[in-house]
């Protein structure tokens, strides 16, 4: 009985009961715009053990929430922000969600609350326990994956250190977003030999290095993120003469705990060197895949990388002092990045 009566409480929720003396007309429904529905990365925030009508609230009273989707079952309210466009891969088929949009719904008093109190920038709207109304200072959170989305939130943004939240990492994580051009999140970067890059395997699984100079992001991140969608990958190098060359791969992906490099569809003016370390398994000096003869240890010589029986033709994570190898040239700076697709 009790839980049978919680859900009836529940439905109740879902018609959004008008509390406030300004407004006691009695109740009103929102019209869901998708049933067993949500949309998808473009996520504000989330919030859970909430209402239906305080999820509401908390959309409409922020002028940057566009939607939300609320799951009745688990209480979970997520906001979200409106891209530039959208597309029908945007929306993920989940039962027990609601997609509402509340646009069309501001500037209505019924449903707007606010609406004769507005606050000052960078505060919001918040509902009082006495049924009134009251502006707080927003700490809001664009939880963004990657750089790319980051990007499509705020043309403005520049070149900089950003906290993303990719998939199974509710923490955050801290990248450096190269915004030109889309936006692009850099996993690699060389420049001057001040950082080293002759570590051990938890080392490039967890990343290393400062973001501002030169680090690498780390493995299971790339797993992370790649896993979370299609990208695609660049390469930028500029050779002793200070000219710039580039490589693009229109696929990118790192797969399984041994990290396996997932690459094709090149373009570019630097060479297709890459393609040969397709479908190989990261190696580092204490995790050695292959020994070619003459050389030794691919990654003990060449490298922490996805080498091949013949070690390949691309080293940018050798010893600096013999410079990085993209064949059939060496190069003093690298700087590897990738950008969504999806």
Same mark, same amino acid.
Not at 8 to 16: A, I, Q, Y
Not at 78 to 93: C, G, K, T
């Given at each position: +009985? &009790?839980?049978?009566?919680?859900?009836?409480?529940?439905?109740?929720?879902?018609?959004?009961?008008?509390?406030? @003396?300004?407004?006691?007309?009695?109740?009103?429904?929102?019209?869901?715009?998708?049933?067993? /529905?949500?949309?998808?990365?473009?996520?504000?925030?989330?919030?859970?053990?909430?209402?239906?009508?305080?999820? *509401?609230?908390?959309?409409?009273?922020?002028?940057?929430?566009?939607?939300?989707?609320?799951?009745?079952?688990?209480?979970?309210?997520?906001?979200?922000?409106?891209?530039?466009?959208?597309?029908?891969?945007?929306?993920?088929?989940?039962? #027990?969600?609601?997609?509402?949009?509340?646009?069309?719904?501001?500037?209505?008093?019924?449903?707007? /609350?606010?609406?004769?109190?507005?606050?000052?920038?960078?505060? !919001?709207?918040? $509902?009082?326990?006495?049924?009134?109304?009251?502006?707080?200072? @927003?700490?809001?959170?664009?939880?963004?994956?990657?750089? /790319?989305?980051?990007?499509?939130?705020?043309?403005?943004?520049?070149?900089?250190?950003?906290?993303?939240?990719?998939?199974?990492?509710?923490?955050?994580?801290?990248?450096?977003?190269?915004?030109?051009?889309?936006?692009?999140?850099?996993?690699?970067?060389?420049?001057? #030999?001040? @950082?080293?890059?002759?570590?051990?395997?938890?080392?490039?699984?967890?990343?290393?290095?400062?973001?501002?100079?030169?680090?690498?992001?780390?493995?299971?991140?790339?797993?992370?993120?790649?896993?979370?969608?299609?990208?695609?990958?660049?390469?930028?190098?500029?050779?002793?003469?200070?000219?710039?060359?580039?490589?693009?791969?229109? /696929?990118?992906?790192?797969?399984?705990?041994?990290? !396996?490099?997932?690459?094709? #569809?090149?373009? $570019?003016?630097?060479?297709? +060197?890459?393609? =040969?370390?397709?479908?190989? &398994? *990261?190696?580092?000096?204490?995790?050695?895949?292959?020994?070619?003869?003459?050389?030794?240890?691919?990654?003990?010589?060449?490298?922490?990388?996805?080498?091949?029986?013949?070690?390949?033709?691309?080293? &940018?994570?050798?010893?600096?002092?013999?410079?990085?190898?993209?064949?059939?040239?060496?190069?003093?700076? =690298?700087?590897?990045?990738?950008?969504?697709?999806?």
């Amino acid at each position: +009985m &009790l839980f049978i009566f919680g859900r009836l409480l529940l439905l109740l929720g879902n018609m959004l009961l008008v509390s406030t @003396e300004q407004y006691k007309s009695g109740i009103f429904r929102i019209n869901p715009d998708r049933l067993d /529905t949500k949309f998808d990365r473009y996520r504000i925030s989330t919030f859970e053990n909430i209402s239906p009508r305080m999820c *509401f609230d908390k959309c409409i009273r922020r002028p940057r929430c566009h939607s939300y989707n609320y799951n009745r079952h688990l209480l979970r309210c997520e906001m979200n922000y409106q891209p530039p466009y959208v597309s029908s891969s945007d929306f993920l088929n989940e039962v #027990g969600f609601i997609y509402v949009e509340v646009d069309h719904y501001r500037g209505d008093p019924l449903y707007d /609350t606010c609406l004769g109190n507005p606050c000052k920038p960078g505060e !919001i709207c918040e $509902g009082t326990n006495d049924g009134g109304v009251v502006c707080v200072k @927003e700490y809001e959170v664009i939880d963004e994956d990657d750089c /790319t989305n980051l990007k499509k939130l705020n043309i403005r943004n520049e070149s900089g250190v950003y906290t993303i939240y990719p998939d199974k990492t509710a923490e955050g994580l801290q990248v450096f977003c190269d915004m030109t051009n889309g936006g692009w999140t850099v996993i690699q970067r060389r420049i001057n #030999g001040s @950082e080293n890059f002759h570590r051990n395997w938890v080392e490039y699984e967890n990343g290393f290095g400062n973001l501002q100079h030169e680090f690498w992001l780390g493995n299971k991140y790339l797993n992370i993120l790649t896993s979370s969608g299609s990208y695609k990958l660049r390469v930028e190098l500029v050779d002793t003469n200070g000219n710039m060359y580039y490589a693009e791969y229109s /696929t990118f992906a790192i797969r399984s705990s041994n990290y !396996i490099l997932t690459i094709n #569809g090149y373009s $570019g003016n630097a060479g297709n +060197m890459m393609q =040969s370390n397709n479908e190989y &398994l *990261f190696s580092t000096y204490d995790r050695e895949r292959y020994y070619f003869h003459g050389i030794g240890s691919c990654a003990s010589s060449s490298g922490a990388w996805w080498h091949n029986p013949n070690c390949g033709n691309v080293y &940018l994570n050798r010893d600096y002092s013999n410079q990085l190898y993209w064949s059939p040239n060496n190069y003093i700076k =690298s700087a590897m990045m990738i950008q969504s697709t999806t």
